[in-house]
């Protein structure tokens, strides 16, 4: 009879646990389904998108019914009072071209419309009017900005600065109002790891069950990192929450999942903890470095996993108290478990020599064939005194693990080709209809942008060869783009962090921005270069021994090339 008993508490477990399941399951679908319409309705529907509305105020009055009752029939009555407060849609029709190009529509899927099963027949038929009926132009929400032409700005949208731990409702508000900007105006959309339907399923939980400021960051961190661009993050950071404020002192480069010192910026304390330039760490506090980089993956913005070790660089070696245990090798084979007290310092303010992208060199003969030119030093008044000397070379090498924002890129390819050149494409955003994009050649609103490279009898005529790594993102990738315009263009290195594109930022809770690339970016032939990067020619991985030995073996590989074109 005990056993029957037993049993029979051991079932009603099983059952109770499954129904309980399921019914997180339907309410996470339920607030997915919500946060769509609600989104749709602030896009497209005139009444909304013209800003007549609180609608913040709306959705958070119904995410607190929704979530405060066990009634099944509260979710389609709130739905309802939304279709009912934007009243009727008197937009004209508007009739997608799917005789363009692909590119231009790619991004749009309503697919989740049919596919509901809490949305009543008559709510399908309402979105599907608002769908082929949109608000088109002018969006109070979403904005065409002035100053970088094709890119969104959000100037109207609440910032709530004073919500630094957002209570329940306001935290969706927040996640719901960052997934429908990615999901109509950002242009990678469609390339993100993970299908954006399901990013909205997997982060409704984490931020429904974030209770206090350090897992609520985390979903914050988490979401902003969900759309997979190195242009991705929240500004002000929120890093500390998840590794805390505390950094090492010393600069280091994470190679096989362990950091090698690259600088020390206190010998004396180095010297008492026994740690050196060339010094190999591979734990803290008893944690090796792979664990931490698998725990800390999900925070951190990147494109791709080049992108991904060196955001890693601002949380990997950090702590939340003022000195940890650090453990590892010194180059003479010793081996060190020593306690480092660390400081608070500034990632941003340190971050070009934090991955040395800073040089004294501007340009130097390796030999009489071969030069070496550091881009980021390259400047329009310096450019021609730099290059035409080299003219006669057989070789220049380019260094683009930089950040060469004062190089004129629109006009440095005028020393390497005979004629004017397009030199790729991109996207940008169509304000006529939430998620359509622009496909077109690169700067084509702006003619004297739209090619490369001018007349020229007498070009370059040696091989060019650009030096490229983790560190070539954005602008640098452009100078590649425009670059590989040279038919003896050769670039050498690792893949680069796959983020091309303006920078955008949205308006966020607590007084935080979230960026992403606010255009899409493509080579001249249409192929990707989001998370893929500018394609590479001759490979060329880093590996400890050479940050302990300070070698280079990408510019040593160039060199190889530049003289034996092998």
């Known amino acids: 009879m005990k056993v029957s008993i037993k049993l029979l508490i051991l079932l009603f477990s099983a059952v109770t646990l499954n129904t309980a399941n399921a019914q997180s399951k339907k309410q996470i679908s339920e607030l997915s389904d919500l946060c769509k319409v609600w989104g749709t309705l602030k896009y497209f529907h005139p009444e909304i998108a013209s800003g007549n509305h609180d609608w913040d105020s709306v959705l958070v009055a119904s995410l607190d019914r929704i979530l405060d009752s066990n009634k099944k029939i509260t979710f389609q009555k709130e739905l309802d009072k939304m279709f009912q407060i934007a009243g009727k849609n008197d937009a004209p029709l508007f009739i997608i071209d799917k005789s363009a190009h692909p590119y231009t529509y790619r991004n749009i899927n309503h697919s989740w419309v049919n596919k509901s099963k809490n949305l009543t027949e008559s709510q399908k038929n309402i979105l599907k009017y608002n769908y082929s009926h949109p608000n088109q132009g002018g969006n109070y929400y979403a904005q065409n900005n002035p100053d970088d032409d094709g890119n969104i700005i959000t100037p109207n949208e609440k910032p709530y600065s004073k919500m630094k731990m957002p209570n329940r409702n306001y935290r969706l508000l927040g996640l719901f109002r960052f997934w429908n900007v990615i999901n109509y105006y950002y242009p990678y959309k469609y390339a993100t790891e993970k299908n954006w339907d399901k990013v909205l399923i997997n982060l409704i939980p984490e931020f429904i069950n974030a209770n206090d400021t350090i897992s609520y960051h985390k979903a914050v961190l988490k979401m902003a990192a969900s759309i997979d661009d190195g242009h991705g993050g929240i500004y002000p950071f929120l890093y500390q929450s998840v590794a805390g404020k505390y950094s090492p002192l010393f600069f280091f480069r994470l190679v096989d999942n362990k950091a090698v010192i690259t600088k020390i910026l206190d010998q004396e304390k180095a010297k008492k903890a026994n740690v050196q330039q060339g010094s190999v760490i591979e734990k803290i506090d008893g944690t090796s470095l792979t664990s931490r980089i698998k725990k800390l993956w999900d925070y951190v913005p990147a494109s791709n996993v080049g992108g991904k070790y060196k955001g890693l660089h601002r949380l990997i070696l950090n702590s939340k108290k003022p000195s940890s245990i650090y453990s590892g090798y010194n180059p003479d084979g010793s081996t060190f478990n020593s306690k480092i007290v660390l400081s608070e310092r500034n990632f941003l303010k340190e971050y070009l020599e934090f991955f040395e992208m800073k040089s004294p060199i501007t340009s130097k003969k390796i ?150 690339s606010g255009m899409g970016i493509y080579e001249a032939d249409g192929s990707e270069t989001q998370r893929v990067g500018i394609p590479i020619d001759i490979k060329v991985n880093y590996e400890i021994e050479d940050f302990v030995n300070k070698k280079d073996p990408i510019l040593e590989r160039a060199i190889k090339f530049a003289e034996t074109d092998e």
């Open 367 to 516: 030999t009489n064939d071969i030069a070496y030119v550091y881009a980021a030093n390259i400047t329009s008044k310096n450019m021609d005194s730099i290059i035409l000397p080299l003219m006669d070379t057989k070789a220049i090498i380019l260094d683009l693990r930089n950040y060469p924002s004062s190089m004129p890129s629109y006009k440095i390819a005028n020393y390497f080709l005979k004629e004017p050149t397009t030199y790729g494409k991109e996207t940008m955003i169509n304000f006529n209809y939430p998620g359509l994009l622009y496909y077109r050649d690169l700067n084509s609103q702006y003619p004297s942008a739209r090619t490369v490279g001018k007349k020229n009898p007498n070009p370059y005529s040696g091989k060019l060869i650009l030096l490229v790594d983790y560190r070539t993102q954005s602008l640098p990738e452009f100078d590649c783009l425009i670059l590989k315009t040279y038919n003896n263009t050769t670039i050498i290195g690792t893949q680069t962090a796959g983020a091309d594109g303006n920078v955008t930022r949205m308006t966020f809770l607590g007084g935080h921005n979230i960026s992403f």
